[in-house]
């Protein structure tokens, strides 16, 4: 079974056009496309901590999870390079990006640390450093809050999956 059949999509096959054409890979999302889903995803990141919807650390993400799996909406696994090598990071998310995958939780990448602490704030309010690499946006209650930046970013996950790129790379902006 592949992960096309669990999820029940069809992969489609890659398209070339001639502005993805200077991309190394032909399924890299657009230009504008990357903008629009940057923007959301600050929004939502802003958004979601001022109603204390967001969880940020690896640990606290994966109690989380184990616990209230139904209240994540959203995944934010965020690396900068040096953290490429750190093996122990990369099978949390692998573990993290499996449990997303098996409960159709939406998952993105973020490569700038910094931009993402300058979003959501480097250090807890007791002054510790804050483990940003994986951030989760929860929802109590499914019904209560339909935040428009979070349905952007459903859809930009759903067709990135649609290009068979499963874990889509987002730029925060500047």
């Given amino acids: 079974m592949t992960l096309e059949e669990t999820h029940g999509q069809e992969p489609l096959p890659e398209t070339s056009d001639s502005s993805s054409s200077s991309n190394s890979s032909s399924s890299a999302p657009s230009g504008s496309r990357m903008q629009n889903a940057g923007k959301a995803l600050q929004e939502l990141l802003v958004s979601s901590q001022r109603r204390g919807y967001l969880t940020a650390g690896v640990y606290e993400s994966a109690k989380l999870m184990n616990v209230d799996p139904d209240t994540v909406a959203f995944c934010l696994l965020a690396a900068d390079e040096e953290d490429e090598g750190d ?14 995958c098996e409960n159709d939780i939406d998952i993105v990448r973020v490569s700038d640390i910094q931009k993402l602490a300058s979003i959501v704030g480097a250090s807890e309010e007791a002054g510790e450093p804050r483990d940003l690499h994986c951030i989760l946006i929860t929802n109590p209650n499914e019904d209560a ?20 790129d499963w874990v889509p790379n987002i730029t925060l902006p500047e």
């Fill in 145 to 164: 809050w339909k935040d428009p930046a979070l349905e952007k970013l459903n859809l930009f996950c759903e067709e990135s999956r649609n290009i068979n």
């Fill in 87 to 100: 093996i122990a990071l990369q099978i949390h998310f692998t573990l993290i990006q499996a449990f997303c």
